[in-house]
C-alpha cells in the first residue's frame, strides 16, 4: 500500500495514516502535494519487500477514491475502470494508493497529479448500518459516517481480501489512539455562575 500524505496532516497529532503506515508494515508512506513524476510512478509501479506482484511483473496500482463525475472542483476526465480479475484473481497484487488529507486537499493531490488521475479508482462499499466512525470522537467530520484514512483503508482492505478480522488489531490500535488522545484534550472551563463568583 502507498499512502500519499498532504504536508498539512503531516503535523497533525490527530491524524491517523502515521499509526495506519506503522501497523501495516508493507506499506509505504510519502509526505507532499504535487508529487515528482518520476519519483511517483516508480512508487506506483515498482516492487518493495512484502509487495506480491510476481518476480517482473508490476503491482497493480488502484487509488482508492471515491467516483466524483459531478465535482465541480476537479473537472478531470472519467478515471479508468477497475479491470475485475484485478479483484477476482490479482487480489494479492493490488497496490492500495491512499490520498491522507482533508476532501479538499485530497482534490488538490488529485488534481495535481496526472498519474493518480489515470488509476482505477476503487469506492469503498459501506453497508446501510454502518456505525458512526470512530475518529469522529477526535475530529469534526461533516457527516457521521465518514471515515479516517485508516478506517476507509481497512474497510477497502478488507473489501477487497473478503478478510475483516484480520484487520481489527489495526481498528483497535485506532481506539486506543483515540483514547489517548482524548485523555490530552483540555477540561472543559466551568460555565460562569450567575452571580460572577
Not at 490527530?14 to 515528482?36: I, Q
Not at 511517483?40 to 496500482?61: D, F, M, S, V, Y
Amino acid at each position: 500500500m502507498l499512502i500519499l500524505q498532504h504536508p498539512l496532516e503531516a503535523g497533525q497529532a490527530k491524524g491517523t495514516a502515521r499509526l495506519l503506515h506503522r501497523c501495516l508494515p508493507r506499506s509505504r508512506m510519502e509526505v507532499g502535494e504535487a508529487f515528482d513524476p518520476a519519483a511517483l510512478r516508480q512508487w506506483l509501479t515498482a516492487a518493495w519487500p512484502g509487495c506480491a506482484a510476481a518476480p517482473g511483473a508490476e503491482p497493480h496500482a488502484v487509488l482508492l477514491y471515491p467516483h466524483s463525475p459531478h465535482d465541480p472542483a476537479l473537472p478531470l476526465a472519467a478515471p479508468p475502470p477497475l479491470p475485475a480479475h484485478w479483484l477476482a484473481d490479482d487480489a494479492a497484487a493490488l497496490r492500495l494508493v491512499v490520498l491522507d488529507g482533508t476532501w479538499r486537499k485530497s482534490r488538490k493531490m488529485l488534481y495535481a497529479n496526472p498519474l493518480l488521475q489515470a488509476l482505477p479508482r476503487l469506492p469503498l462499499s459501506l453497508p446501510p448500518d454502518l456505525p458512526a466512525a470512530r475518529y469522529a470522537r477526535l475530529r469534526r467530520a461533516h457527516a457521521p459516517h465518514q471515515l479516517s484514512t485508516l478506517e476507509a483503508t481497512c474497510s477497502a482492505l478488507a473489501q477487497v481480501e473478503g478478510d475483516a478480522a484480520r484487520y481489527a488489531p489495526v481498528l483497535q490500535a485506532l481506539e486506543a489512539f483515540i483514547d489517548r488522545q482524548a485523555a490530552h484534550r483540555p477540561a472543559t472551563a466551568p460555565a460562569a455562575s450567575p452571580e460572577g463568583c
